[in-house]
């Protein structure tokens, strides 16, 4: 017989001890890591609540698919209750990423047409490839400053900037000029409020914001002074543009951007462009760099995989004569990479739906409406659902072997990253660049951890070496 809701295994019974439980473990900044622990001790399933959200928490691929199947017409993910407080406060729309509904469906419906339809390739790829190229240069600059010969940094805060100009390219048609050596500190002032927009909210995932709001604590100030900094250089950005298209119709075949395209359609309204437009720059940053700097650190490891990518890129660039569009599909283990980073080092440490139906995983009811989670880290660091996990192995992304419902770093179905195309075709042709140009080498070897800042980072800087080939 089906058991009972009531069954599941798991400290579900007492959120207040639970949330201080959380607080003496450093829980906060330990998400990924307790939700590892509780699928060891309670199974492939388990019942929790910390704070005031209370969820079901999931970790094997087939249980992944039994939830997406009861996600509905209109998937809804954990509320960031943090992120919808800021803007109720400052009186300022919702963009898809907050939106919920038929109002998030018709929003999404348009903007995928721009950003993720297999379509928008061909528009993206000169915009990101100009940015790949600027970015080696930028490194052949640095390493000419250096007497050594290579040049080793931090890269972090390079990749920030890379991250950021290329989003905007695409979103505004535009260059920000962020890997020239002095940049406008609007744009180094929203880079450093992302980060901080992100940490200040982990706290309120568990403590209701607008109680910090009355309280005057400093997390929700620091919070609004992160999203007020975002908002207001995103508006100039946009203004920008906005003000150009008045003023001077478009004559030219390039493609024009994100921005103007949408503006263009006119079938959504300025202010809802401008609230999503705002979502996918602020949203372009923190994820794909920080994806770049593990891939980076864990092929500084593997010296020997290193090569064997460089093989691949090498190879397709002189069957491609260098096309780039032809290259991102001729580097199947480039590919396996941005997948094998994405599931020792996740951005978004579940992906989380209410579902629409009732439905029976692992032999438990779970009524429509509970908020299920699928522990991404927890899969991907899994031995029985990846063998040999703790090894770096894009290999495991090729052939033949059974991938279902086993790369979910983007989310799943209508719900799913918006920025995905954006960001594997960002990243695909980063990693294609550097590799035909620099040796990734890294002092000695530090093992770096990762640490829960609402997504994913390294817990201290990880310091990388580039050496011209
Ligand atoms: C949503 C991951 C880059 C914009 C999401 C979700 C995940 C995710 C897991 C939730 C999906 C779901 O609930 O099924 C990532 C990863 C990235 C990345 C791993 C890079 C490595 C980006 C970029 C942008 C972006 C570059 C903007 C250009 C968004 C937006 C949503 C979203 C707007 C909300 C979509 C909606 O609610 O309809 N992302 N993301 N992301 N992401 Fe990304
Ligand atoms: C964080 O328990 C852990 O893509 C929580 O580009 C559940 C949760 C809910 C929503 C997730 C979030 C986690 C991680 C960061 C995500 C977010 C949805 C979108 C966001 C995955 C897993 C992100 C990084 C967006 C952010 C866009 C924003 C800056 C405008």
New binding site residues.
Partial sequence: AVRSFDEIPGNWKSSVGNLYRFWKTDGFKNLHHIMVENFNTFGPIYREKVGYYESVNIILPEDGAILFKAEGRH?K?LKVEAWTAYRDYRNRKY?????SGED?RVN?VI?NKE?ISPKVLGNFVPLLDEVGQDFVARVFKNINNNSSGRWTADLSHELFRF?LEA?SH??YGERLGLLQDHINPDSQEFINSITLMFKSTVPMLYIPPNLLRRLGAKVWNDHVAAWDAIFNHADKCIQNIYRTLRHSPLLEERYPGVLTSLLLQDKLSIEEIKA?VT???????D??S??LLWTLYELAKNQELQEKLRDEVQTAWTATKGDMIQMIRSVPLINGT?KET?RLY???VS???YIANDIVIQNYNIPAGTLVQFG?YAMGRNGSIFPKPEKYNPYRWLRGENHYFKS?????????????R???T??QIFLIHILRNFRIEKQRYVDVKSTFELILIPEKPILLTLRPL
């Fill in positions: 998937p993910r963009g898809v990423l907050l939106k998030w999404r903007l950003v991250a989003v695409v979103l999503s979502e996918l720059m602020a949203g372009g940053v994820t794909t920080i994806t941005i994405l996740p951005v978004a992906v989380q739906r991404l979910l770093g983007f989310g799943f179905g209508p719900r799913q990253c918006l920025g995905r954006i960001a594997e960002e990243m």
